[in-house]
């Protein structure tokens, strides 16, 4: 799987957008880019993925660069229950019906909501 | 729609106790089952994962083990818990075939003593 690259921690105002960057230089062409969160003490929720189009679902949008070497995951109304930690994956998704891919979580990006 | 059960939300065990940890998953048949593990500031190692009734895969080697003795059960064990047990597990669900992603339980709060 690729290595991704997150920032540690971010802030954002509540009301605000709020743009979580992630590098995955190594990506390969049928890897897709995932993204989780995860609520302090609750398991991580799925939250969107895409391949190479830009993706938007009730909960976020995602923006791959052209190159496919990073993306952005756009809140664009943060609240406080945006508060989370952040998790940016790269995997390559199995069709086969005798496979499963088990997702490797990094540290994420710890994004806090200021009220 | 599916749901998916974790027991027990906390644990407090001695070293060297037994430990079992159940999941289960409702709404679905045949999905594929994961255990994860979260230590303390860190993040979420993949432990096991099932395709189906008595398969499991194992991601590193460690003091414990899983069975699935049910299309829609996923045990997590262990004959002798260590200090370094100590984490926050996880029991995950997903599809076959084209995936949007991993349903999460609530987790399990490990604290071996």
């Known amino acids: 799987d690729a290595k991704t690259t997150q920032p540690p921690s971010m802030d954002c105002a509540e009301g605000r957008a709020a743009n979580l960057p992630c590098n995955h230089s190594?990506?390969?062409?049928?890897?897709?880019v995932y993204w989780y969160r995860q609520i302090h003490s609750q398991g991580p929720q799925y939250i969107i993925h895409?391949?190479?189009n830009n993706e938007t679902n009730e909960m976020a949008s995602l923006i791959i660069t052209e190159d496919r070497k990073s993306s952005t995951l756009i809140l664009p109304h943060a609240t406080l229950r945006d508060t989370a930690v952040y998790y940016c994956?790269?995997?390559?998704?199995?069709?086969?019906?005798?496979?499963?891919?088990?997702?490797?979580f990094g540290k994420g990006t710890h994004l806090i909501i200021q009220p | 729609s599916q749901t998916i059960h974790q027991w027990p939300a906390t644990l407090v065990q001695p070293v060297g106790s037994p430990l079992s940890l159940e999941c289960t998953v409702e709404g679905t048949s045949n999905p594929n089952l994961y255990w994860y593990r979260q230590a303390a500031g860190r993040g979420l190692q993949l432990l096991f994962y099932s395709v189906g009734i008595g398969q499991i895969s194992s991601e590193v080697p460690q003091n414990l083990s899983a069975s699935r003795p049910q299309d829609r059960q996923f045990i997590l064990s262990s004959k002798k818990l260590l200090l370094s047990d100590s984490g926050f597990y996880l029991c995950?669900?997903?599809?076959?075939?084209?995936?949007?992603?991993?349903?999460f339980g609530s987790g399990t709060r490990l604290t071996v003593v």
């Open positions: 190594t990506i390969s062409g049928n890897e897709y």
């Open positions: 895409g391949l190479k």
């Open positions: 995950a669900w997903s599809v076959k075939g084209p995936q949007k992603g991993y349903t």
């Open positions: 994956i790269v995997r390559v998704r199995m069709y086969s019906g005798g496979g499963a891919d088990g997702l490797t």
